[in-house]
């Protein structure tokens, strides 16, 4: 949805409701039917609920400062240590049980699993290792890996020497991680050789060197040598401040590293996202109120238990990884999934077997992979014994109904509750979702916001709408796992998130709200249905692009002279990247132009930004001030009927554009 599309239209369709069962509500975390109201009667104390899921290394003073917002303090003065907390704590009783259990991708791969004891062991010799590396606290250590076991001990050893990671996801492209680096002034970097893709062995190294000659600084790079465990490699040799993982393991074989004491706000990690401008965001998140706000509701709403096998698909390069691959459920000492590969590699059913062979006991997923499975069929599910599921969710992107309930019987035999949970990489964990022990379902709708979650929908005016009205989402208090700030920018902070709907210039937090950009309707019974961005900012298979930083790649290839970017509706990507581009005089419009401006957007940000169509346009649809109507171009990429174009400068240039889409 565009910035235009004030008058959001809901989709209001009857709603059925599903009631979690019996069952599950007897054995659930949270059953207390009171917890909304409890929660609502003893704010902020409520969360000492969830501050109480830690161990702190020194009490903290106070729940909320909130003398200063939008700088908000949480947990004040109180110490701990994130490593500590999701290993040390758990050695006693939990030593001998899994910690990771990890799948690698190629089917005859020796999977690891990682007891607690093992994985402190690793945690701890790679923190020894980086700190002979020279990483001191608060020196921020990147990290551009896939799915291998060696990311989630770079990240635990990294919180051990309180040293804040930030990592990059593995499909971004060398420019993306260059980027990363020199707005972190990260002088350090954990990378790997190599991974699987679909049965093939894929370079990692080059991409990542590559990257590392546009970083402004000198770095130190360590390298996990991941395709030499099965003798492929593509033959690389560590060039100087490059130092081998394995080496460096057994370097300090058996060193101990004692868990620094972090306060409460200190930086836990860095995590870049999209915006609206070319720049992606460093979004800060700190110790205590990201580590109690994933413990909390990895335990209220996953209902995660010591005993469980937990399996998110997600990739720990996105935030869905970091709070609920990683954090939140090595906090609650549960064993915690990692699979290499993609759902559909050696075939369609891989994600069940590994369900079925590992007993996994709750699977949290994304939309764009539900609908995928949809398309594939019933049958590989139902070839697998999948009874081991407690319960299901998604995440990353409205459901639609359809799909919500093909989840729910073919994944979840009718049994399992499912959480559609919405949040973003800035809240750090979920903040509107049904609880599944207590609250009914509504498919299509994410929930009510979590106890002690004030969230509204509102007009531009920031009063509330009508129930079944759209309108846009808000957070109108604080919660404790918030970002505090986007690295070294404050003043970008609060333009981004609050400026919309608080008066800046007041110190009183009621006068705060927080604007996640999001087009959302609430129902009379309070359940709020997300209906998507209203910025300039596109949710492709579940993650987010900026157009801008997409538009900003095309035109960065030779030949273009201009470009915009919509989001087109996509039935398993949710949308699909549209560019629509005015070549230069003299540039052909040729299909090799084409493959050159897909390359250019992929040497720039990754694959996962590729555009699925390039409607070359010999004009824009503009408004008499030159602004471009993207709202139009979506119209006409979706084929819908368009917009009003009476306050276009040119408004001819729509059907033209129109036959070029339709002609191709
Ligand atoms: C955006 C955040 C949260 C981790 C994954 C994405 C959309 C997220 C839902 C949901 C409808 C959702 C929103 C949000 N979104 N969850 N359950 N229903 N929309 O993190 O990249 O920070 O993107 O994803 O538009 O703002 P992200």
Redesign the pocket.
């Given at each position: 949805m565009s910035s235009e599309d004030v008058e959001l239209e809901a989709r209001l369709e009857e709603q059925e409701v599903f009631e979690p069962a019996a069952s599950f509500v007897e054995g659930a975390n949270v059953s207390d039917a009171d917890i909304h109201d409890e929660f609502e009667e003893n704010w902020p104390e409520c969360w000492e609920r969830a501050a109480e899921l830690l161990d702190w290394e020194e009490p903290y003073e106070q729940v909320l400062d909130d003398s200063n917002p939008p700088f908000y303090e949480w947990f004040t003065d109180g110490t701990l240590n994130a490593s500590a907390n999701c290993l040390d704590r758990h050695l006693d009783e939990r030593g001998d049980e899994a910690a990771i259990e990890w799948v690698g991708e190629p089917v005859d791969e020796d999977n690891v699993t990682l007891t607690y004891d093992e994985l402190h062991g690793k945690v701890n010799e790679t923190a020894a290792a980086l700190r002979d590396l020279g990483v001191g606290e608060d020196d921020v250590v990147t990290m551009y890996m896939p799915m291998i076991p060696e990311l989630p001990v770079a990240m635990l050893a990294c919180a051990r020497i309180g040293a804040p990671h930030s990592v990059v996801f593995a499909g971004f492209s060398a420019d993306a991680l260059a980027t990363r680096m020199n707005s972190a002034d990260s002088e350090y970097l954990v990378t790997c050789d190599g991974y699987y893709r679909r049965g093939d062995p894929l370079d990692h190294l080059d991409k990542a060197n590559e990257g590392l000659s546009g970083v402004d600084h000198d770095t130190d790079a360590v390298v996990v040598d991941r395709l030499g465990r099965n003798g492929d490699d593509f033959g690389h040799d560590l060039g100087e401040r490059q130092h081998d993982w394995g080496e460096l393991m057994a370097d300090h074989e058996g060193a101990t590293v004692e868990p620094v004491d972090r306060d409460a706000e200190d930086m836990l990690f860095l995590m870049y996202?999209s915006g609206t401008t070319g720049q992606p965001k460093g979004v800060k998140h700190t110790t205590a109120g990201y580590l109690a706000w994933t413990a909390w509701t990895s335990r209220a709403v996953l209902d995660i238990e010591p005993e469980d096998t937990y399996f998110c698909s997600a990739d720990i390069g996105?935030?869905?990884g970091h709070s609920y691959i990683v954090y939140g459920p090595l906090a609650l000492g549960t064993t915690t999934m990692m699979y290499e590969g993609t759902p559909d590699h050696p075939d369609r059913d891989r994600l069940w077997e590994i369900i079925e062979e590992y007993e996994a006991t709750q699977l949290y997923t994304a939309p764009t992979a539900i609908r995928a499975f949809m398309k594939w069929g019933e049958e590989y599910p139902a070839g697998h014994d999948l009874s081991s599921l407690r319960l299901l969710g998604?995440?990353?992107?409205?459901i639609n109904p359809r799909a919500w309930k093909w989840y729910y019987k073919h994944i979840g035999d009718e049994e399992c509750p499912i959480v559609?949970?919405?949040?973003?990489?800035e809240t750090g964990g979920m903040m509107v979702t049904t609880l599944p022990g207590v609250t009914d379902m509504k498919p299509g709708s994410?929930g009510p916001p979590l106890p002690g979650v004030d969230v509204q929908v509102v007009d531009t005016d920031g009063d509330e709408v009508e129930p079944g009205r759209a309108g846009y989402l808000t957070v109108n208090r604080p919660w404790p796992g918030m970002l505090r700030t986007l690295y070294d920018n404050d003043e970008r902070f609060i333009e981004e998130y609050w400026a919309e709907y608080s008066d800046i210039d007041s110190d009183d937090p009621d006068d705060w709200v927080y604007f996640?950009?999001?087009g959302a309707k609430i129902d009379e019974d309070g359940y709020i249905t997300?209906l998507?961005?209203v910025d300039d900012v596109l949710?492709v298979s579940?993650?987010?692009l900026g157009t801008m930083e997409i538009e900003s790649a095309i035109v960065g290839v030779e030949g273009v002279a201009e470009a915009a970017v919509v989001g087109g509706d996509h039935p398993v990507k949710g949308e699909a990247v549209y560019a629509y581009v005015i070549v230069e005089d003299g540039q052909a419009e040729s299909e090799a132009f084409r493959a050159e401006i897909v390359e250019g957007v992929e040497d720039a940000i990754g694959p996962i930004a590729r555009p699925e169509r390039v409607i070359f346009t010999p004009e824009l649809p503009k408004t008499r001030s030159g602004k471009i109507m993207r709202r139009l171009l979506e119209d006409i990429a979706n084929d819908d009927e368009l917009g009003n174009t009476s306050t276009l400068r040119n408004p001819d240039v729509v059907d033209d554009i129109r036959e070029v889409v339709q002609g191709d």
């Open positions: 996202t996105w935030i869905t998604t995440v990353g992107e409205p559609d949970t919405w949040w973003q990489t994410a996640p950009e999001d997300v998507g961005r949710n579940g993650h987010r």
